[in-house]
């Protein structure tokens, strides 16, 4: 089992920017694949960002690119969404995920890749 906390999300203005964390207990999340997803009032949750477990390999949705940055701590179990430049466009809950089965891919893009969520955090971007 693992348990995901997400913390870090608030109210900003737009141009300004949020440090989001996710903190894993339960079990060392070092060797997997983890990702940030956000979901809008009324709208559907996407993808935003992924990275593979050593922190080397990532991607990310277009609508955030250059402008988010994912990485990890393997050694404090904590995953990090750096969110700059943020847009009224960015409000939304934003979870992070764990796959812990084995899979070819470094990272994954799919809600249905990752088997543990966090409960989320609310990002608010006032415009």
């Known amino acids: 089992q693992v348990q995901l906390v997400e913390s870090g999300g608030g109210l900003v203005q737009a141009g300004g920017s949020l440090r989001l964390s996710c903190a894993a207990s339960?079990?060392?999340?070092?060797?997997?694949?983890m990702g940030w997803f956000r979901q809008a009032p009324g709208k559907e949750r996407e993808f935003v960002a992924t990275?593979?477990?050593?922190?080397?390999?990532?991607d990310y949705a277009d609508s955030v690119k250059g402008r988010f940055t994912i990485s990890r701590d393997n050694a404090k179990n904590t995953l990090y969404l750096q969110m700059n430049s943020l847009k009224a466009d960015d409000t939304a809950v934003y979870s992070c995920?764990?796959?812990?089965?084995?899979?070819?891919?470094?990272?994954?893009?799919?809600?249905?890749?990752?088997?543990?969520w966090g409960q989320g955090t609310q990002v608010t971007v006032s415009s």
């Open positions: 995920a764990v796959r812990t089965y084995y899979g070819e891919a470094p990272y994954y893009t799919r809600e249905m890749d990752y088997d543990y």
């Open positions: 339960g079990r060392a999340v070092r060797t997997y694949p």
């Open positions: 990275i593979n477990w050593n922190g080397v390999s990532t």
